[in-house]
C-alpha cells in the first residue's frame, strides 16, 4: 500500500523559524565582529537576538507538536492494540490541545498588563514580548488538532502506529516483503 502524502500544516512556520534562527545567527555575527573588530558594540543586538529567540521558542514547539517529536513514553501503551493505542493517543492530544487553547486564553491579561511601552533598548512594545507565549499556545493548539487530523486518516488506512513502535512496525513489514521474494523466488527456481 503506498503511503499517501498529508498536507504540511507547518510548512510556513518552519521556514519563519529557520529564517529566525538565521537572523539570529546573522545578528549575533554582527554584533561580534563589531565588538571584537571595530571596537563598538551594538547596544540593540542582545535583545532582538532574546526577542527572536522566544517567539522561536514557541512557533518551533508548534512544529514539533504538528511533527509529533515532543518526548512521549510509550512503553506501556505499545503493549495494546493500535485501536486502543489510538484512544491513548486521542486523549493525549486532546489534553495538549486543552492546555493550549487555556493557556493561551489566560495569557490575555498578560499582554494588556505588559502595556505599549518600550521595555528596553529597541522600540519592541512590552506586549510583544508576552505575544509570543499567546500566539505560539494557539498555534501549537491548531497544529495539534492537523495532526490529529493525518493520525485518524492513518488510523483508518490502517497505518497509524505509536511513534515508538514505528520502527518495529517498518521492520516488520520490510521482513514480510523479503520472505515474499524468497518465495516467489524459490518457486521461479524449481
Known amino acids: ?39 563598538h558594540s551594538l547596544v540593540w543586538s542582545e535583545e532582538l537576538d532574546r526577542f527572536l529567540v522566544v517567539w522561536l521558542c514557541f512557533l518551533g514547539s508548534a512544529v514539533s507538536n504538528f511533527d509529533d517529536d515532543h518526548m512521549t513514553i510509550n512503553i506501556i501503551v505499545e503493549k495494546f492494540s493500535r485501536p ?44 510583544a514580548w508576552r505575544l509570543a507565549g499567546t500566539v505560539g499556545l494557539a498555534v501549537m493548539a491548531v497544529m495539534t488538532v492537523c495532526r490529529w ?7 483508518r488506512r490502517g497505518e497509524f502506529c505509536l511513534k515508538d513502535a ?18 516467489s523466488d524459490d518457486r521461479e527456481a524449481r
Request: with cysteine.
Open 84 to 127: 486502543v493505542q489510538f484512544v491513548f493517543y486521542t486523549v493525549r492530544q486532546v489534553l495538549i490541545f486543552v492546555f493550549c487553547a487555556v493557556c493561551s486564553y489566560a495569557s490575555l491579561p498578560l499582554l494588556k498588563a505588559a502595556g505599549r511601552n518600550q521595555l528596553g533598548a529597541l522600540p519592541i512594545p512590552g506586549y
Open 166 to 183: 514505528d520502527t518495529a512496525v517498518a521492520e516488520e513489514n520490510e521482513g514480510r516483503a523479503a520472505v515474499s521474494e524468497t518465495a
Open 1 to 39: 500500500m503506498e503511503m499517501k502524502k498529508y498536507p504540511d500544516c507547518a510548512y510556513l512556520l518552519r521556514h519563519i523559524v529557520g529564517l529566525g534562527f538565521l537572523a539570529v545567527i546573522v545578528i549575533t555575527c554582527v554584533q561580534v565582529i563589531c565588538r571584537y573588530v571595530f571596537n
Open 149 to 155: 487530523r493525518y493520525d485518524l486518516g492513518r488510523f
